[in-house]
């Protein structure tokens, strides 16, 4: 007889603790199976049941993830990966006895609490729109993982949209996600892409490449009249605008739907304690609201920071749902959500990634990555660089420490009646967190220039008031620049100044191309060999030093015009070769690999990259 397929093995493994834990909507078995929009004005989460792809088709996996989720390889592939395909598209019928739900959380931005991005005007009808989580499993290691659907279907908080994710989305969340954990900064997981071969489709705004041919057409140079009265670095800057100006999509267009199934500990994010924070301030001690919050802060507490639970000196159970939370842990849970979330900001900065809608919806309280939807990594250098047209400044590239404190303020200020001291407690918390996320963001540079802890100060000179300036007027790719500065090294000490700088002559952009102008040339050269005095001064083996830098500037991130060809391929072909190999190139992004990898990927985005609707912006 053989035997059952290991997805089955899935329920036989499965702890909800979210729906053991916290407390259902009270009309959710009401409105059941909960696809429609409608307020949700009490409880944790809303059972929901995903809608099905109809005839699903596992693309891509992670076999990493596969493994951990304690699933043979063999049960996901063809002939046999039918059941996997159907669960992980929707159909909760191919695994009984998994629980699924989607979940409440409110918006703040920078800060700032939102009510107006809800349909009701009241803040109960945001939360999980098209995410419905399929269960949470223990690992054969004994780790928890829950999974969910990106693109499960309407639920009561989609808000009048369709609840689906397209293809195109959908190689983009798993091909980040993965690329971003094999860079070595925290996030969900990817674990599979089911993509419907039974007609299921979306209509999406997207942009018409005829727009961007007319864009282009109109292009400004060095020489234009009308940048004659400005000096040669600010005609640089005006040209770099004018070539990145955002615009909206311009045309509907019909896209396959699929779903990703992302994975991670816990997807607990700050939105979920400011909703219930909210609710409890309204209603004050006592209430059935300050009941909710202190059992979702205790939630948060042991699916990210068990051990603050187990340390109890009271001896609770840390798995018990209606156990309470005292002051003192809630104090402990912010302070290390707080260092996570500064990490996490600062792997982002390490590795020129921008989320681009740092709300406090979007921010895990474990410090992980999520949501990869129209954000991205950077190509040319731009502190106020976001792929998303909406981001607006506050939340560009180098603005990204203060959108992360801005969204642990909230967590803090949710978190404050439950405090011995309150609201001053919580801010005390946050100023001392504001102190570490200023620290933590200036050792990334320092990291990244290959020196030392007792470097710090010299490390700080040399970015803020050399590099940093040189790569904002320079048009510098951020990866290839940092990566490339390695390579300096390998030159010896009387190296004339043009052999100086020849290893980072690929770093530099065209349009304009400044690597030949001569007061550029002279302002990189002396940046280099003052770095390259103050690595020597403190560690002589340059190897070493070599050998750390490449260990933290990755050769290879995952950049917009990579996934169009994946995605291109995917949709006009049928042909998912670009989404394999683009999925091995980055399981292993600070290797240079094989030549033809580096043909085609260690270099510059190409010229349309920089200017494409879709590309270089998106909505």
């Known amino acids: ?32 199976p909960n696809r429609k929009s409608r307020q949700v004005k009490s409880g944790h989460y809303v059972r929901v049941d995903p809608t099905p792809l109809r005839q699903p088709e596992t693309v891509i996996y992670s076999p990493d993830m596969i493994k951990r989720l304690g699933i043979d390889e063999a049960d996901v592939k063809a002939p046999n990966g039918e059941r996997f395909a159907r669960f992980f598209s929707g159909d909760k019928s191919a695994v009984p006895g998994m629980d699924t739900w989607a979940t409440p959380y409110a918006l703040s931005i920078m800060g700032q609490r939102q009510v107006s991005n809800c349909p009701f005007g009241t803040g109960n009808g945001y939360g999980d729109g098209r995410a419905v989580s399929v269960g949470e499993v223990l690992g054969p290691d004994g780790v928890r993982w829950e999974m969910q659907l990106k693109g499960g279907g309407p639920t009561p908080f989609c808000r009048g949209a369709d609840g689906r994710a397209v293809l195109r989305s959908s190689i983009r969340e798993f091909l980040a996600s993965e690329a971003m954990h094999a860079l070595g900064v925290d996030t969900t997981r990817a674990l599979s892409l089911v993509v419907s071969r039974g007609g299921d489709v979306a209509r999406r705004p997207w942009y018409d490449p005829n727009a961007d041919k007319d ?38 267009i019909v896209e396959t739907c699929a779903i990703t199934t992302r ?85 982002w900065l390490r590795v020129g990634f921008c989320q681009g809608n740092f709300n406090a919806d979007n921010c895990l309280v474990g410090g992980r990555t999520m949501d990869y939807g129209p954000f991205g990594w950077m190509d040319a250098y731009d502190p106020l660089f976001a792929k998303w047209t909406g981001s607006g400044e506050h939340f560009a590239f180098m603005n990204q420490p203060g959108a992360g404190l801005a969204n642990f303020a909230v967590l803090a200020a949710s978190c404050a009646p439950l405090l011995k001291g309150g609201e001053d407690e919580a801010q005390a918390i946050v100023e001392r967190m504001q102190g570490e996320m200023e620290q933590k963001v200036a050792d990334v540079w320092r990291v990244k220039l290959g020196l030392r802890e007792s470097q710090r100060a010299a490390a700080a000179k040399l970015f803020d008031y050399k590099l940093e300036p040189l790569m904002r007027d320079s048009n510098v790719d951020y990866t290839l620049v940092f990566r490339q500065l390695a390579e300096c090294l390998k030159l010896p000490h009387d190296v004339s100044d043009d052999d100086l700088l020849e290893p980072l002559a690929c770093a530099f952009y065209d349009s304009p191309n400044n690597f030949y102008d001569e007061g550029t040339r002279a302002k990189w050269c002396d940046f280099v060999r003052s770095w390259r005095d103050e690595v020597a001064g403190s560690n002589p083996n340059t190897t070493s030093t070599i050998e750390a830098m ?56 190409p010229d349309r990259a920089l200017k494409a609707g879709g590309t270089a912006f998106m909505s």
């Open 1 to 32: 007889m053989d035997a059952a397929p290991s997805v089955l093995g899935l329920a036989a493994r499965a702890d909800h603790s979210w729906t053991r834990h916290l407390n259902p909507d009270p009309d959710t078995d009401a409105n059941a």
């Open 215 to 252: 864009a282009s057409a109109e292009s400004i140079s060095m020489d234009d009249p009308r940048l004659a009265r400005y000096p040669d670095d600010v005609k640089r800057q005006i040209i770099r605008q004018f070539a990145s100006q955002k615009r909206d999509p311009d045309v509907m």
């Open 263 to 347: 994975v991670a500990p816990s997807f607990t994010r700050v939105g979920h304690v400011d909703l219930f924070g909210r609710r409890a301030s309204r209603a004050g001690a006592g209430t059935a609201q300050m009941d909710e919050l202190r059992k979702m802060v205790r939630h948060a507490i042991f699916r990210e920071f068990p051990e603050i639970l187990n340390e109890s000196s009271a001896g609770d159970d840390a798995d018990d749902g209606d156990g309470d939370v005292t002051p003192e842990q809630v104090a402990a849970f912010l302070v290390s959500s707080g260092a996570a979330i500064a990490d996490l900001v600062c792997g």
């Open 550 to 605: 490449n260990k933290v500037n990755p050769a290879y991130v995952l950049r917009e015009w990579m996934l169009v060809d994946a995605y291109t391929a995917a949709k006009e072909r049928d042909d998912f070769s670009v989404l394999e190999e683009l999925f091995e190139l980055t399981r292993t992004p600070y290797e240079l690999g094989s030549e033809t990898m580096q043909e085609k990927y260690y270099r510059r985005a």
